[in-house]
Nanobody, 125 residues
Framework: QVQLVESGGGSVQAGGSLRLSCAAS????????MGWFRHAPGKEREGVAA???????SYADSVKGRFTISQDNAKNTLYLQMNSLKLEDTARYYC???????????????????WGQGTQVTVSS
């Protein structure tokens, strides 16, 4: 069992920045990919950014160049730095852990793994 707790969401104007954090605990181990996905009302869940268990990184095209995923293994914490936020980034953001190998796999399958409760990000004009 893996427990994930997100924080750092909020309201921000377009063009602004936020940093999300995810504290992981429980039976985390090196076979897990870690990442973020988001879900907006009326839209499909979208894998946003991921780190593979092989150390690879992957991003959705919609956030490339604006979002950066990172992790602090000593603190068991995952981060998502979001810059140049757009209205369409408004969603609930979830931290996820799933057993896989590459970050690109994780973008597709992370919603089937362990999730946190999510944190709301609202971008306004």
């Amino acid at each position: 069992q893996v427990q994930l707790v997100e924080s750092g969401g909020g309201s921000v104007q377009a063009g602004g920045s936020l940093r999300l954090s995810c504290a992981a605990s429980g039976h985390t181990h090196s076979s897990y990919c870690m990442g973020w996905f988001r879900h907006a009302p009326g839209k499909e869940r979208e894998g946003v950014a991921a780190i593979g268990s092989d150390g690879s990184y992957s991003y959705a095209d919609s956030v490339k160049g604006r979002f950066t995923i990172s992790q602090d293994n000593a603190k068991n914490t995952l981060y998502l730095q979001m810059n140049s936020l757009k209205l369409e980034d408004t969603a609930r953001y979830y931290c996820a852990a799933v057993m896989c190998e590459t970050a690109s796999q994780a973008l597709d399958v992370m919603r089937f793994g362990y999730w946190g409760q999510g944190t709301q990000v609202t971008v306004s004009s």
